[in-house]
């Protein structure tokens, strides 16, 4: 099985759901000499299947997938925010009907999960991670019975240890500065605080696994010092959202380059989990969103789609870390060569 140890290159592109991880970027960056990623998250067992299949195309190296680990919610505090989600989308009416959009009703949603664990059974890859929560136990079992290493994303050290507790081959360690959604195991978690290379530091104090800082990495200096705290390579997606081979929005892409933009914030108006956005008018003006995802994803979805098709970057999400202002208009290898120095 894969290890982060493995890499010429100790480069790992993040998984970001919703567009930018293209089969095409996750090639680059494998062919440059890390490992890339696909995000399975909000995809269909089936569309995921036929990015395997273009990526396979594209690389003969190894790459990975990524999944949402489902979070079902059924006692009284899930039962107070779905009516607080009901009152969300009610204040979110104005908008969507300048845009002419339904918002529509909340339901029940695993993600695909289990067909998605059967294809990556089925048709295995090297590589499969997994966020907003622990795979289980069971689900760890079955990728390493195929061959597959399994790295699991955590936010803390509690984390860390219960993940080692359940067979993982290594650690994906998401400080604050990570862009896009936190890795945490409940959407009501509060914000963790602790710095990329101060958590991975304490993570690889009590838990002997490999490795991987994830949360603000830009540059080859940011990769030299995670490995100098003890990380075996970095995973970045900020740094990848710029070049050619990403499927970022235009709308993204314009922000990333707006000097209107000057801060981040991590929030959960657009989808009901903490992420780390660009701050604009919609994180201004909801700053005590539900805390329910998928809920909230699926309530504002045609209202963040239509504002991205409009270029009004005031009313969609901008998922970006906090060294943004560094990300470049280069090919996804150049980055790499960027990164490792």
């Not at 000499?33 to 995000?39: M, N, Q, S, T, Y």
């Not at 089936?46 to 273009?54: G, K, S, T, W």
């Not at 969609?316 to 290898?333: D, K």
């Amino acid at each position: 099985m894969i290890t982060p140890s493995d890499l010429a290159v100790p480069v790992v592109a993040a998984p970001m759901a919703g567009g930018p991880s293209t089969p095409a970027l996750a090639a680059a960056v494998t062919d440059a000499g890390g490992v890339g990623f696909l995000a399975a998250g909000n995809k269909t067992a089936d569309a995921l299947a036929a990015q395997i299949a273009e990526t396979r195309t594209l690389t003969s190296g190894p790459f990975g997938v990524n999944l949402f680990v489902p979070e079902l919610r059924e006692d009284d505090a899930a039962r107070r925010e779905i009516k607080r989600v009901e009152a969300y989308r009610t204040a979110l009416t104005d908008w969507a009907d300048e845009y002419g959009v339904d918002l529509p009703l909340p339901h029940p949603d695993d993600d695909d999960w289990d067909a998605k664990l059967d294809l990556l059974e089925a048709d295995p890859v090297p590589v499969v991670s997994f966020t907003f929560g622990l795979p289980p136990a069971e689900a760890v079992l079955r990728l390493h019975a195929v061959g597959t290493a399994v790295w699991a994303s955590v936010t803390s050290v509690a984390d860390a240890v219960v993940a080692a507790s359940r067979g993982v081959n290594a650690l994906v360690v998401q400080g604050t500065e990570a862009g896009g959604h936190r890795a945490t195991a409940h959407c009501v978690d509060v914000a963790n605080d602790a710095s990329t290379i101060a958590l991975v530091a304490a993570v690889r104090w009590v838990v002997d696994l490999p490795v991987i800082a994830a949360g603000g990495i830009m540059d080859a200096a940011g990769v030299h010092d995670a490995i100098m705290a003890g990380a075996s390579a970095a995973q970045c997606g900020t740094a990848f959202l710029l070049t050619p081979e990403a499927g970022t929005s235009e709308v993204l892409r314009q922000a990333l380059v707006n000097d209107e933009f000057t801060d981040t914030v991590v929030t959960r108006a657009f989808t009901g989990r903490l992420a780390r956005s660009l701050a604009n008018r919609w994180t201004a003006e909801f700053t005590d969103a539900p805390a329910f995802y998928p809920a909230v994803h699926q309530v504002t979805s045609p209202l963040r789609a239509a504002a991205a098709q409009a270029g009004d970057a005031q009313r969609v999400h901008l998922w970006a870390g906090t060294g943004w202002r560094q990300a470049r208009t280069e090919p996804a290898a150049d980055v790499v060569a960027h990164l490792a120095g």
